[in-house]
């Protein structure tokens, strides 16, 4: 966990955010400002600040494993999913995450 990272604070149960999906590597949850009717917020229990920063490679195939089994378990079929790297590109949260969008 780091200090002053809002991501790693929900991770570690700071403010009762309720996980949609959790696995080993990962808890997803609800983005608390949708921009779609289907937000959810993939995030590595493991802080990265972002895509630039990561070493494992292997975490990236098991994101990508908990979107599917997350979509797959709330019965999402079509849907988007986005990276956000670097603050230019729109990144607010330095804490590495996949959003899933959905209608
Ligand atoms: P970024 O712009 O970094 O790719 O995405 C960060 C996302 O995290 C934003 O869509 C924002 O609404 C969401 N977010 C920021 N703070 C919180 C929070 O405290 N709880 C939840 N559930 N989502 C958050
Ligand atoms: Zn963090």
């Given at each position: ?19 949609v999906y959790e696995n080993?590597?990962a808890?997803v ?9 289907i937000?959810l917020?993939v ?19 098991e994101l990508l494993q908990t979107v599917k089994d997350v979509t797959k378990k709330i019965g999402l079929k079509s849907y988007?999913t ?18 899933i969008?959905g209608?």
């Amino acid at each position: 966990m780091t200090e002053d990272c809002i991501f790693c604070k929900i991770i570690n149960g700071d403010f009762g955010t309720e996980f949609v999906y959790e696995n080993k590597y990962a808890v997803v949850f609800k983005d608390i400002n949708p921009k779609a009717p289907i937000h959810l917020l993939v995030v590595p229990r493991v802080h990265t600040e972002s895509l630039n920063e990561l070493e494992d490679k292997n975490l990236m195939g098991e994101l990508l494993q908990t979107v599917k089994d997350v979509t797959k378990k709330i019965g999402l079929k079509s849907y988007k999913t986005l990276i956000n790297t670097g603050k230019e590109a729109g990144q607010e949260v330095f804490h590495l995450h996949i959003h899933i969008l959905g209608n």
